[in-house]
């Protein structure tokens, strides 16, 4: 019976929790627009196509001691940030 009582006394701050969120939601909550890593990118941007000549180069070069067909794209981690990826061409793509 006690957990009961417990349960009830969580619903109104859930329901004041979700409020509170849904109202963020629908003014544009302005901490959305802002990267969660210093230095992320503010978007994608695709310079040359997938594989481009840079990484296509590396592919070969991996060849030699190393089965490529499978590769798509070769990373620069060096390069990425946050929650997005670099190639050795400069292509930035939304890590997911």
Do not use: C, H, W
């Not at 840079?54 to 929650?83: C, H, P, W």
């Amino acid at each position: 019976m006690s957990s009961l009582r417990a349960a009830a006394k969580l619903q109104p701050a859930a329901r004041s929790a979700f409020k509170a969120a849904v109202s963020q939601q629908a003014r544009g909550y302005a901490g959305a627009a802002q990267p969660l890593f210093a230095g992320e990118p503010s978007g994608p941007v695709v310079k040359t196509q997938i594989p481009g000549p840079k990484t296509q180069e590396a592919i070969d070069e991996l060849n030699e001691v190393f089965d490529t067909r499978s590769i798509n794209m070769l990373a620069d981690y060096t390069k990425s940030k946050g929650n997005y990826i670099s190639d050795p061409d400069g292509n930035v793509l939304l890590d997911v």
